[in-house]
């Protein structure tokens, strides 16, 4: 009987791992969900536009806010990693202001953010890039957008991708009417994930073929 027992407790053993692994192919092979872009995808010519949104050229200051480096990995809906994928991505500064003409708020403008970069993802579809947690801001006088950074994504062969990357437990997400018209599994996949200690974000980015 012990025996039978523990015949039985393997048998259920290995099937919830086959279940768990599924259940997380299943979910991984979803592409990353599309957002608007938006109203304030960036129109100034900037000649800065790398991987370090803290620090601009000819500047000796540091932008203001909580710094972050945001890392993931490019892939295609089968998990295989994607390279030379172009990631054009802006955002609001710490205080919730764009660098855009448009952006009337009367939030600070912070001279040493970058506020828009365009990268590429690398070896095995890598990409990393360092900025600050978004500020959030008013959408009308009784809403407003959680922070978030959006993100343009192109790679001939592929469907262009158009989304917005969230926090994880930002309260204001449930109060996001963007956020909260999406499923759990979609808010999962555009929800960054934070690395224990420290200010590293994980966000992958799910690509689908065309
Ligand atoms: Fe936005």
């Known amino acids: 009987m012990k025996s039978m027992k523990r015949r039985t407790f393997i048998k259920n053993a290995a099937l919830g791992s086959v279940i768990s692994a599924f259940a997380t192919k299943t979910q991984a092979k979803m592409s990353t969900p599309r957002e608007a872009e938006g109203p304030f995808y960036p129109i100034t010519p900037q000649k800065e536009l790398d991987a370090d949104l803290t620090r601009m050229v000819g500047k000796s200051g540091v932008a203001k806010g909580e710094i972050i480096d945001v890392l993931g990995q490019v892939l295609d809906q089968d998990l295989n990693p994607i390279e030379d994928v172009t990631i054009d991505l802006w955002q609001a500064n710490s205080f919730g202001k764009y660098h855009h003409p448009h952006d009337t708020s009367e939030a600070p403008v912070d001279e040493n953010f970058q506020a828009w970069a365009?990268?590429?993802?690398?070896?095995?579809?890598?990409?990393?890039?360092?900025?600050?947690?978004?500020?959030?801001?008013?959408?009308?006088?009784?809403?407003?957008?959680?922070?978030?950074?959006?993100?343009?994504?192109?790679?001939?062969?592929?469907?262009?991708?158009?989304?917005?990357?969230?926090?994880?437990?930002?309260?204001?997400?449930?109060?996001?009417?963007?956020?909260?018209?999406?499923?759990?599994?979609?808010?999962?996949?555009?929800?960054?994930?934070r690395s224990a200690n420290s200010n590293q974000y994980q966000y992958d980015i799910i690509m689908e073929k065309l």
């Open 118 to 193: 365009i990268i590429q993802s690398g070896v095995q579809g890598r990409f990393k890039f360092t900025t600050v947690i978004p500020g959030a801001y008013p959408l009308n006088s009784a809403q407003q957008r959680t922070p978030h950074i959006h993100f343009k994504i192109g790679k001939h062969g592929y469907v262009p991708l158009l989304t917005q990357m969230y926090f994880p437990d930002n309260p204001l997400n449930k109060k996001d009417g963007m956020f909260k018209r999406k499923s759990a599994d979609e808010q999962a996949m555009m929800t960054a994930k």
